[in-house]
């Protein structure tokens, strides 16, 4: 696997400062030694984004901001392990999609999280199992959220 900081790199993206938590939960837990579980992230990296995917944004837009989402996911875990070369492989993501009542492509809205994923970890490893969801609203009105399950190298 080659380095996944250098990949960020390539692909023109950076890793960003961990989001703080928005109320009283862990945004990272450990079970049984290697698969580290992340708190639901959302897209926000500069600025705030709200609104429904179908209203105010395009499918298109919500594959960007599952990327971002993603994207902070990956803060979280930067911060629990230390290093995202540790990934040995992403086992399962869950997408919440804040969705106008006549918005049906959810999975494409997921695709902008599981690709960035691909991208940076290879088919293999960093294709993940996956369940992408609408959602009637999400928390401070933002339109995507993530949780992840990674199985980290012992």
Known sequence: MSDVYAKLKELGLEL???????????????????????SG???????????????????????VFSRNSMLNVLAVLQDRIGDLNKVKQVVKILVYVAS?????????VANGGSQLLVDLFGEEAGAPTRSAVGMNVLPGNIPVETEAIFEIEE
């Open 41 to 63: 992230c959302g897209p926000v990296i500069d600025g705030q984004v709200a609104g429904k995917v179908g209203k105010e944004f395009t499918k298109e837009e919500a594959y």
């Open 100 to 108: 106008d009542d006549e918005f049906y492509e959810q999975p494409y």
């Open 16 to 38: 960003p400062k961990a989001p703080a938590k928005g109320g009283v939960y862990s945004s990272s837990r450990m079970f049984a030694g290697n698969l580290v579980y992340i």
